[in-house]
Structure formats: structure tokens, C-alpha cells
């Protein structure tokens, strides 16, 4: 209810009103201006994320900003972990990017199922709803504009994750898998329990990004329990979701 819409009509044709009458219809005023201002703070109150097998644990972060904390993450929640009850795990608001873009390890395989770029903090968190890579989630933490250190898991999760688990899933070689797409890979001494590699950083054409307002129909559109409308329903149905913009 918008306080602009609230009208009151007193008797037309007097002059004055008797005091008690006035003062009767003044408290009636003050109510339904403070049930308009209740009213209207309840609507502009974001919803927050639902309790649940997959709400992290007290003492547990729901805001990852390096890989570390998704391991401590996805530890912390009963086994299996799916990708859908690891979105739905992360604090609100969400803030991603959506592109069909299918030049990467990890191609959105339709229109309708973009990839998918979760930003938390310095931490991005890549999806897609399906395909072939619909059961791979990779990561990169962000060191300065043009690079980052990259990492991957494979989803369902169900046992506990060693600290240097998503880093060597992507080992290859001297370096990792990464390298042949993101250029000038190099050992990242700052972490020293896993060898971790960082590498440039490949953000989407704008061309492909996919307005927030279209992945939310794509959303309610969704009248099936498939893999596609469950990581929908792990970004939407759990706390307000925002657009990000491309970080250049």
C-alpha cells in the first residue's frame, strides 16, 4: 500500500468539528497512516534465504570469498551435495551474469540453459543448469583485473573435500587444463598446501548475456523436477537475486 493512495474524506458543508469528533478521526488517521508505513516496509524488505538441510551450519560462511571457504562450504552440508542445495547454500543477495556463449570448457548447451557467473566477492562461481558440464562447477579467485587462480569440482559432493581438492581436479601436465583456453598460466605461490595455478581471465562477449529479467522466466516457465529447473529454483527460490555488470 503506497502512502500516496491513502485518502481520507471528512463531512462536507461544516465549519468546525466538535473536539471528540476531531480527535477520534485524527487517531483514526495515525492508525492507517502507520498500517500504510508497516505495510510498505514489509514490501521493500528483501526476502532472505529459507531454512533448510541446505542452509549452512552456525559458524559457517554463506558468503565464499576464496576456494577454501567452499570446501569448508559444502563440508559443512549433508552428503550429497547437488549443485542446485549449494546455490541454495550461498547468502542473499545473489549477484550473477548470464551468457549463451558456448566457447568454453564449460558451453552453455542451450538458450534456455545459460551459463551462469556467481559473484562473491573476489570469488566467481561458474554453473551450467545442464549438458555435459551441468555436474562441474568451476571457480576463480580474482588477484587483479586481467587474472585469477582457477579451481573445479565435480558435483554430486559426497564425501568430505580435502582443502586442495578443487585445485588438483583440474592438474594437467606442469600446470593445469585451464591453460589451453586462459593464457599466461603461472604457479600461484600464495597458496602453499595444493599447487594452484592463476591464469588471464575470459569473461563473456556482451553480445551473449542474458538480461536477469529473461533468466527469471526461464524460471517460472520451469513446471518439472529436471536438473535445468532445480539450479533455477537453487538461485531463485531462495532470496533476492541482482544483475551484475561484466567487471571491465
Known sequence: MALASLQVTFPTGA?????????????????????????????????????????????VSGSPNRVEDVVSLLNSLPKPVTVACFLQSLDRPLELIASTSSASAQPSPHPSSPRLFIFKGDLVITVVPEGSSGEIVEFSTRISQTRSVKAELDFPVTETLDPAAPYNKIRSGTGTSCRFCHSSESRHSAISFAEAFESEIIWPNPSSLVPLSQLSLLHQYCNSDSERCEVFSGIFDHGPVRQRGLPY
Open 15 to 59: 465549519t468546525t468539528l466538535a473536539a471528540p469528533k476531531m480527535k477520534s478521526r485524527i487517531f483514526l488517521l495515525s492508525l492507517l497512516i502507520g498500517a500504510a508505513i508497516t505495510l510498505a516496509g514489509q514490501a521493500c524488505s528483501p526476502p532472505q534465504r529459507t531454512a533448510g538441510p541446505c542452509s549452512p551450519p552456525q559458524g
